[in-house]
């Protein structure tokens, strides 16, 4: 329970994050090779991964654990954002490209195009890539959000046409006349703000940008959360009939939060770019969508910091499993969901918070309530 | 005096074979023809040719054949012609007998490229005339293609004395080809030409009929222009029914797929994700029957779908109920839940399937009396396309008349509409829950064994069908079944109308952005049950 917007939890994720901003770039770049306290080369960009899935987590768990809208495309939010930045890398290129075109990127050279497509336009600059990051999955989420939450959309249907939206995206990005890349995507950069991609520099600048949105994040969350906003919300994820009869208008505060959210998964998507080094439609495909879901589930949804803890849980158990035993990973992911929604529906922070509050494990009833037909 | 003698006797000589029978005069005609092969130059060769082929001697498509592929020989002491046949046997060009020579003194036919477009014209006439009715229905179509001038005049006699009818229409089109544009054939020829070519109807007439050059006749022109319209017009509308029939046959397969789903969305509002996994199994289980009949009794193949139906429903069947039991029935009330537990399901029964049977596609055949398809005008409707139609109508009114018939479906139907008065009423609600997944369930199994036809069976079948499922379901509400009827259908059609003009990416993105926006307007789909209890 929390008075104000920085409470105990808070502290405590924010303490952790911001440390990890300073201690892995350090462990990486200030620590020798030999010594056992050094961080590899290839472990930045992936904890910087983590921190951009974690985020991302931050965003559904906004929507759905304090809003009750289960988004399962999420996913094309994220892959928005991220194909926002990798236009900017792209057009940063230049002539170092395959093909050695100044302006065109090597996939348009490739398929015989003449001139850059309009929607290309003014990706060369920094700040506009940085706008458009925010304003394109915002605005989708905008328009979708408005048509379907005025036509009081809820429920498994919302889900649905959530998961419908993801794969139309996909489908719409897989080909390759539609200017971005195609099934390859857009890979090969070379150059952010003029420092290489490739140095260990920006790598550990990117891992202490992901660290600073992902503090950012939180702190916007729980701003939203602690306020009058969040209140409404939370009222209208338990309650949305009795809500509305309350005179709050319900299709507007979901917008909001909708595409705040969304807002927010295309940050991470930016982000996770140029640590990744590629972007493609698979990104957009429905299961990666569904995936985040459970992430949050695993962590305790509707709490804020459950959610950064289940994605970094989740992807570091994934990482760990498709290297070890790959064939046992999606039984594990499998049994995951299914362990999770029976014995533990508030998640891993639900768990811990039960047994420490009583010493013993019960099987918790789930945050929301089942509503009753007199709702 | 000799030399007077000598005439004489070269005269009396001439006399008694021109007296000789048909046979021996034309002999007589085909030696000098084969005499011409001995004087080794092009146009000699070319004269022959052309004399062979119309001779009508028994040895001359042999004779023909084999100089085009090189073995027509001539010795060079008696200048006798010999050829080998196909098995290497050499023999006279004249009798066709094998004969015996010296190999050595015998040199080959020369040819060159003009002269073995001749050899094929020839041959190709030669067949016009040939025995085998089979061979004149190609030499005709080859005349077709070739549309060549010169063999206008056979191609008349081949037609006077056709006797099938086939290839008289062939022969007839053929005709009707080379008269169209031939320039100096006279008008009323050639619009009559022009008429056979329409009433054939199909592209390549069509493309024949614009190939009339801009100075011809206006007759004609007017003729082949009218017949290029009513040609279009006809495949058009051929087209139109093709579509029709592919967007039937994708929807009667969206229907099965769709229709176990929406019995337990309808009944306990659970969007089974593991859904497309059940139309998986049932095709695994296709699988498996014809592996086992295939060893132990291959006499049973033609049957094999049908052993397959009922397995596929049981297995299926049990373990959609086994899931109900298992993990959905802790679940109630709380839909999003379940959507999440029956993903993880889905993803643990894939990655079995796939540690069981391996991640490759597996082959499932296809009984006798489903290959092969049906031609009706300009369609082709391909036979196992047209028994999944009937299969999905006959599961869909099995599955009508065990919900409005008998005491399950009455019980289904009553908790599927308010569940605490059914229990009230006596009803044992649990029971009728696994009962009714389990129908579901194996009502997808049942798909799965029809899809296995269609689709590649592979641990990822279920992904494919999964989504639009989903779309049908949430399109034609939960209501009643004719709704997943009519969504099924209308779904497929329009995917398979926006096909020509859009793509098929292209049209299925246009399809779900419409279901998107379909969606705002009326959010419980098309066919909605109405009432207070539903809207939990």
């Known amino acids: 329970m929390s008075r104000g917007v920085i409470d105990r939890t808070t502290l405590v994720v924010l303490a952790l994050v911001l440390g990890a901003a300073v201690v892995v770039p350090a462990l990486n770049l200030a620590v020798s090779a030999a010594s056992p306290f050094h961080l590899s080369d290839h472990l930045v960009p992936l904890i910087g991964k983590y921190l951009c899935f974690a985020l991302l987590a931050l965003a559904v768990d906004l929507v759905w654990g304090f809003c009750g809208i289960l988004s399962l495309g999420h996913g094309a939010f994220f892959a928005l954002g991220g194909y926002a930045m990798g236009m900017y890398l792209m057009r940063q290129i230049g002539s170092r490209g395959v093909y050695a075109h100044p302006v065109l990127p090597d996939f348009m050279v490739f398929l015989n195009w003449k001139e850059l497509p309009w929607f290309w336009h003014g990706f060369d600059r920094f700040w506009f890539a940085a706008v458009m990051v925010l304003f394109v999955p915002g605005l989708l989420a905008a328009v979708f959000g408005w048509f379907a939450f005025r036509s009081r959309v809820t429920g498994v249907y919302l889900s649905i046409i959530t998961q419908a939206l993801t794969f139309a995206l996909m489908l719409a990005f897989f080909r390759n006349d539609m200017g971005f890349g195609g099934n390859n995507g857009l890979t090969d950069f070379k150059d952010i703000l003029g420092f290489s991609v490739q140095a260990r520099s920006t790598r550990a600048a990117l891992f202490v940008a992901s660290a600073l949105a992902l503090a950012a994040g939180y702190l916007l969350c729980r701003f939203i959360i602690a306020s009058k906003l969040g209140k409404v919300l939370v009222a209208i994820r338990d309650a949305e009939s009795r809500t509305r009869f309350l005179g709050y208008r319900v299709e507007n505060f979901k917008l909001v939060a909708f595409t705040v959210s969304a807002m927010l998964a295309g940050v991470a998507g930016a982000l996770y770019v140029p640590q990744v080094g590629i972007i493609n439609p698979g990104e957009f495909a429905p299961a990666n969508s569904i995936e985040v879901v459970i992430w949050v589930a695993v962590g305790g949804r509707g709490t804020l910091a459950g959610a950064v803890l289940g994605a970094l849980a989740v992807n570091a158990g994934k990482t760990w499993f498709t290297g070890a035993i790959p064939e046992l990973w999606l039984f594990a992911l499998g049994g995951l969901f299914v362990v999770i929604t029976l014995l533990l529906p508030n998640g891993i922070l639900g768990l811990a918070s039960e047994v420490f509050r009583t010493g013993r494990w019960r099987r918790s009833t789930p945050v929301r309530p089942v509503p009753s037909p007199a709702e | ?536």
């Open chain 2, 1 to 536: 005096m000799k030399t007077l003698r000598l005439h004489l006797v070269a005269a009396l000589v001439v006399a008694l074979t021109a007296l000789g029978l048909c046979d021996a005069a034309r002999a007589d005609a085909v030696d000098h023809s084969l005499a011409r092969f001995a004087a080794d130059t092009f146009d000699q060769t070319q004269k022959a040719i052309e004399e062979i082929a119309v001779s009508g001697h028994p040895t001359a498509e042999d004779v023909l054949s084999a100089l085009a592929a090189g073995r027509l020989f001539v010795h060079t002491a008696d200048k006798a012609v010999l050829y080998r046949d196909a098995v290497g046997v050499l023999r006279s060009a004249r009798s066709g007998e094998p004969a015996e020579v010296d190999t050595q003194a015998l040199k080959p036919v020369r040819v060159n490229n003009r002269v073995r477009r001749s050899i094929e014209a020839a041959v190709g006439s030669l067949t016009l005339l040939s025995a085998d009715p089979e061979k004149r229905r190609q030499a005709a179509l080859a005349v077709l293609k070739s549309r060549d001038a010169a063999q206008l005049p056979l191609l008349e006699t081949a037609l006077a004395r056709e006797s099938d009818a086939a290839t008289r229409a062939s022969l007839a089109i053929a005709r009707a080809a080379i008269l169209l544009l031939k320039a100096d054939a006279p008008d009323t020829d050639r619009v009559r030409a022009a008429k056979d070519l329409t009433s054939r109807g199909d592209q390549e007439s069509a493309a024949l009929l614009r190939s009339v050059p801009p100075d011809a006749p206006e007759s004609v022109r007017s003729a082949a222009a009218a017949g290029v319209t009513k040609i279009e017009h006809r495949l058009a509308f051929w087209a139109y029914l093709q579509n029709m029939a592919y967007g039937l046959s994708l929807g009667s397969v969206l229907l099965l797929a769709a229709v176990g789903l929406a019995i337990t969305f309808g009944q306990m509002g659970v969007i089974n994700m593991a859904h497309g996994e059940m139309v998986m199994l049932g095709a695994y289980t296709t699988f498996l029957v014809q592996d086992v009949i295939r060893t132990r009794a291959p006499g049973l193949f033609d049957v094999s779908l049908f052993i397959a139906m009922p397995l596929a429903f049981l297995v299926a069947g049990g373990v959609g109920a086994a899931i109900e039991r298992g993990v959905i029935r802790f679940l109630y009330g709380r839909p999003l839940e379940t959507l999440l537990a029956t993903w993880g399901l889905s993803l643990i029964l894939q990655q079995t399937v796939r540690s069981l049977f391996g991640p490759t596609n597996r082959e499932v055949g296809t009984p006798s009396f489903m290959s092969g398809a049906l031609e009706i005008g300009g369609l082709s409707l391909t036979y196992n396309r047209v028994a999944i139609v009937l299969f999905a109508v006959a599961v869909f009114a099995v599955l009508l008349l065990v919900l409005r018939r008998t005491p399950l479906g009455l019980q289904v139907r009553a908790v599927t509409q308010n569940r605490r008065m059914a229990a009230a009423m006596g009803i044992r609600t649990d029971r009728i829950d696994a009962l009714t997944f389990g129908l579901g369930s194996g009502v997808a199994g049942l798909a799965g064994v029809a899809l296995s036809q269609i689709d590649n069976v592979s641990p990822n079948l279920g992904q494919s069908y999964i989504i639009d499922s989903f779309l049908v379901v949430v399109f034609g509400g939960v209501g009643n079944l004719w709704g997943t009827l009519v969504g099924a259908l209308s779904l497929g059609i329009a995917n398979k109308f926006l096909e020509p003009f859009a793509g098929a990416v292209l049209g299925k993105i246009l399809l779900l952005v419409a279901i998107i926006l379909f969606i705002q307007k009326r959010p419980r789909g098309l066919f909605a049950l109405k009432g207070r209890a539903v809207e939990a």
